[in-house]
C-alpha cells in the first residue's frame, strides 16, 4: 500500500512541477494577495478629500480649519467661491466633504454669539459619512471647550449658549443606509464577475472539447466568431443589471436618482474592459482550472482595491495607484453616482475617460493575442 500511495503522490508532484503555470500561481498567488490586502482591507477613514468655503477669512475660521487638518481625517484640497462649487465637487466625487464659514462667523465669536459652521459630507458611502460627522461633531465640540475656558479666564463669568456649533449635512443618502451602498456596488461586482469568468472559461472550454479549431476551420471570420462568442454574455449581463435594478429599487427600497439610459450607455464602455479581461485570460490557460484560477486572481484584488468594500482614501497611495488600473474602481463610481446622486455626463467625465482607455487598451490587446492562437 505503502508504494502504490507513494507512486500517486510522486507522480502528483511530477506532474505539478512539469505544470509551471499552476505551480507559479500556487506559490505567487498567496504572497502577492497577503501583501496587496494587508494594506488594502482597513476601516479606518483618513485623508478625506475637502474643499471650504470660508467666508469669514478671519483668525478664528483659520484656527478651526487648522484643527479640521490637524485631524487627519480632514484633507484640505480646494478652497471654494461659492457653494454650488461644493455642491459640483461632491457630485463629481472629488471631494467627500464640504466645509461652509459663514462671514459673521468671527465677529459671532469675538462678540459672545454662537458661530455656526456647516460640514457638508458624501453619505453615499455610510462607513465614511459616519465617520467624518463624527470627527466633525468632535472637532467642535473641542473648540467651544477651548473658547468657553478662554472666555471664563478673560470676562470671569459664565458663558451663555454654545460659543461653536458645527451642523452637519449628510446628502444622497441622509438615513445613512448600508443597503443604499452596497446595492449598487453589488450590482457593479455581478456584472464583473459574470463577463469576466464566463467569458474566460467558455472559450477554453470550447478549446477543450475541440470545437474552437472546428469552428476555425469554417468560413466564418475570426471577427465574427470573436463577436459571437462574446454578445450572448452583453445580453446576459444586461438582463442582469436589470434584474439587480428591479430588486434594489422595489425590494431594497434604493432610490434610482439618475438617467437608466446613461447607466446602461457606460455599463457597454465597462463590459469592453470586463471581456477582454476574459479573453485575455482565455489567450494564456490551457484547461479551465486554469482559467478560474487567473480570473480569481484579477477578481478578488478588484473587490478589495477598488472602493467596493473598502474607503480607498485609507489605502497607501501604492495601493490606490493599482487600484487606478482596475476598471471597476471607476465603474462603481459611476453607478454610485448616476443611482445615488443622479449626476450626468458631466460630472461623470473623470471616470468615464479612464474606463474608455482601459476598455479600449484590455479588448484590443486580448482580441489581437485570441486572433494570433487561433492562427
Do not use: C
Amino acid at each position: 500500500m505503502r508504494r502504490r500511495l507513494g507512486a500517486i503522490i510522486i507522480k502528483e508532484f511530477v506532474q505539478l512541477v512539469r505544470d509551471r503555470r499552476t505551480l507559479a500561481m500556487a506559490l505567487l498567488m498567496p504572497v502577492i494577495q497577503l501583501l496587496l490586502f494587508g494594506y488594502a482591507i482597513t476601516t479606518e477613514v483618513e485623508h478625506l478629500p475637502t474643499i471650504v468655503f470660508d467666508q469669514s477669512q478671519s483668525q478664528e475660521s483659520r484656527q478651526l480649519l487648522d484643527r479640521f487638518v490637524n485631524s487627519r481625517f480632514f484633507d484640505v484640497r480646494a478652497q471654494a467661491r461659492s457653494l454650488a462649487e461644493i455642491e459640483r465637487a461632491v457630485d463629481r466625487g472629488a471631494m467627500r466633504v464640504g466645509i461652509v464659514i459663514p462671514p459673521e462667523f468671527g465677529e459671532a465669536l469675538q462678540s459672545g454669539r454662537t458661530g455656526q459652521v456647516q460640514v457638508i459630507v458624501d453619505a453615499s458611502d455610510p462607513l465614511v459619512a459616519r465617520s467624518a460627522i463624527a470627527t466633525a461633531e468632535a472637532i467642535g465640540q473641542t473648540a467651544s471647550l477651548e473658547i468657553v475656558t478662554r472666555l471664563l479666564a478673560r470676562a470671569g463669568s459664565p458663558v451663555r449658549g454654545i460659543p461653536l456649533e458645527v451642523r452637519t449635512r449628510a446628502w444622497y443618502n441622509p438615513d445613512l443606509r448600508s443597503v443604499n451602498f452596497m446595492v449598487p456596488g453589488l450590482l457593479a461586482v455581478i456584472l464583473s464577475m459574470l463577463t469576466l469568468m464566463l467569458t474566460a472559461i467558455a472559450i477554453v472550454r470550447e478549446r477543450e472539447l475541440g470545437t474552437l479549431e472546428q469552428l476555425v476551420a469554417t468560413p466564418i471570420r475570426k471577427t465574427e466568431l470573436m463577436l459571437g462568442k462574446i454578445l450572448p454574455y452583453v445580453v446576459l449581463g444586461y438582463l442582469d443589471i436589470t434584474l439587480a435594478l428591479l430588486i434594489g429599487a422595489l425590494w431594497f427600497n434604493v432610490p434610482i436618482r439618475g438617467s437608466l439610459l446613461l447607466l446602461y450607455a457606460l455599463t457597454l464602455i465597462f463590459y469592453l474592459a470586463t471581456l477582454g479581461q476574459g479573453i485575455l485570460i482565455s489567450t494564456v490557460s490551457r484547461t479551465q482550472r486554469q482559467a478560474m484560477q487567473a480570473a480569481f486572481f484579477v477578481f478578488l484584488p478588484a473587490i478589495l482595491l477598488s472602493g467596493f468594500m473598502f474607503p480607498r482614501e485609507g489605502m497607501p497611495v501604492v495601493i490606490q495607484w493599482i487600484g487606478y488600473a482596475i476598471p471597476l474602481t471607476y465603474f462603481l463610481v459611476i453607478v454610485r453616482g448616476i443611482i445615488l446622486k443622479g449626476v450626468g455626463l458631466a460630472e461623470l467625465s473623470a471616470q468615464i475617460i479612464p474606463l474608455a482607455v482601459l476598455g479600449v487598451i484590455f479588448f484590443v490587446v486580448s482580441v489581437a493575442r485570441f486572433q494570433k492562437r487561433l492562427e
